[in-house]
């Protein structure tokens, strides 16, 4: 059995981590509503959604089986493509000059360097507004540029730089650490050194992990120096100020005086307690708590049909609904924190990708959601095939799936469309060199 069990986690290990974090967040949101005494109500709501993701993903996997031939299903068998064919080498010298080039023309064309320039402001709210200029005095088509550079391009070319043993993985490093430094939020130097620190893990290089943990820590140590540990983060705020102040004014919001009823109930920790002097359990609330209340947040304004988005909280699909875009974590921010919205602060209320489902089309939201997301791990089966960098390429996704929707999480949010064409690219060529 034990045995078992192991070879259906190693043939689908990516899909067991997503699982591990959707299960993550079911505890935390069932602590949420133990300790704040809420109701629970939804709690069985979002357990079904998990079973329902199970079973979907079990049965397509099944079909698929009795359906394709043994190769397509199978996982890969020996250490995989070891050297570049001479075609790849081209292409990856020329994707490395990409980024060189996208890093450069970020910084000169807002004309500074973001982390430099906050040594000589005094206040966060000044350091506040350097790090958004430094993204949003881009160009639209830039921004795209760069989110695909810094959550795609950059991490998997140091990535395969390090399993083809190319010289350019130096060069790359230096790169990609003076981007997400340049830039000055923290989770820039997190996602940037994620895949190659998971896949040094799993191949069990423990003393080069322990580098780039050090390597990382100090990253990020050098970015809190320079930014307020009170700054929020912004990168994906996507409106103005006075487009989200419309959307707060609009009908399809749920009554002020109810949130600010349902805010004012909290888990309880007296100023005087274990609780509010325990750095252990400073971090079981971090882990558990705040994503839990989050939820139970998104939850409580949406649990009624006459104030969900029916769709349009998506891009694309507002696009086709000719119907206008709502940035549903935005509005969630105003609607939560109003007197943060009030004095001018840009923020941004992320749950889970399966959330936005549900405020758009509630229950029968989290059903789609189900099914999308068990359509999507499939096809990560099915293109990765079980290979050693299976994991270290989709753990962002599986990271910013915790915050955003899946739609942008394998766009721009995580770069997964991008890295998934490059390692079809460098790992499902014919494995031999000419």
């Known amino acids: 059995m034990i045995s078992t069990l192991k ?27 133990l300790e704040a005494n809420r109701s629970g109500n939804d709690v069985p709501m979002l357990a079904c959604f998990i079973a329902a993701f199970v079973i979907f993903y079990a049965a397509m996997w099944v079909t698929l089986e009795r359906l394709l031939p043994p190769q397509y299903t199978s996982v890969i068998k020996g250490p995989g493509q ?41 206040t966060e709210t000044d350091i506040s507004l350097i790090r958004q200029e430094g993204y949003f005095d881009l160009s639209g088509w830039y921004r795209y540029a760069s989110d695909y550079a810094v959550k795609s391009l950059g991490p998997v070319l140091l990535l395969f730089a390090y399993w083809y043993r190319s010289r350019l993985f130096w060069v790359i490093l230096i790169i990609g650490l003076s981007y997400a430094l340049g830039l000055f939020a923290r989770v820039l130097p997190v996602i940037f050194l994620l895949p190659l620190l998971i ?6 290089r423990w003393m080069q992990a322990l580098l780039v943990i050090l390597l990382l820590g100090g990253s990020v140590y050098l970015v809190t120096m320079a930014a307020s540990p009170a700054i929020r983060d912004t990168s994906t705020l996507t409106t103005s100020i006075a487009a989200i102040k419309e959307d707060f004014s609009s009908s399809n919001m749920v009554e002020k005086g109810a949130i600010k009823e349902w805010m004012a109930r909290d888990v309880e920790k007296p100023e005087k307690s274990w609780k509010s002097t325990s750095a252990l359990y400073a971090l079981y609330e971090r ?16 649990g009624h049909p ?24 935005s509005k969630l921010y105003a609607a939560y ?12 209320l992320n749950a889970a990708s399966f959330m936005f489902e549900y405020a758009n089309f509630g229950p029968v939201g989290l059903l789609l959601s189900a099914i999308f997301s068990a359509a999507l791990f499939i096809g990560i089966r099915l293109i990765y095939i079980g290979h050693p960098l299976a994991l270290p390429l989709n753990a962002p996704l599986i990271l910013v799936s915790m915050e955003s929707s899946l739609l942008t ?20 060529a014919k494995n031999y060199v000419k």
Not at 82 to 102: C, D, G, K, T
Not at 199 to 204: A, E, N, V
Not at 287 to 300: E, H, K, N, R, S
Not at 409 to 428: D, E, K, P, Q, V
Request: charged share 10%; aromatic share 20%.
């Open 409 to 428: 999480a394998i766009n721009s949010g995580a770069g997964w469309m991008l890295t998934t064409a490059l390692f079809i690219l460098f790992f499902r």
């Open 82 to 122: 070891v050297q570049l064919m001479r075609w790849q080498r081209f292409l990856f010298l020329a994707l490395v000059a990409l980024y060189a080039a996208i890093v450069v023309g970020h910084f000169v064309s807002i004309g500074y360097i973001p982390l430099l320039k906050t040594w000589d402001m005094t």
């Open 306 to 329: 006459e104030v969900r988005e029916h769709g349009c909280g998506y891009r694309p699909v507002a696009t086709i609904l000719a119907c206008k875009y709502v940035p549903i974590p």
């Open 199 to 204: 896949f040094m893990m799993l191949s069990k």
């Open 7 to 33: 070879i259906i986690v190693s043939r689908h290990l990516v899909f067991v981590v997503y699982l591990a974090s959707l299960i993550w967040l079911f505890t935390a949101f069932s602590l949420f509503a």
């Open 287 to 302: 882990a558990f708590l705040v994503p839990g209340q989050v939820i139970g947040q998104w939850f409580y304004f949406y």
């Open 337 to 348: 924190y109003p007197d943060n919205y009030d004095a001018g602060m840009k923020g941004s």
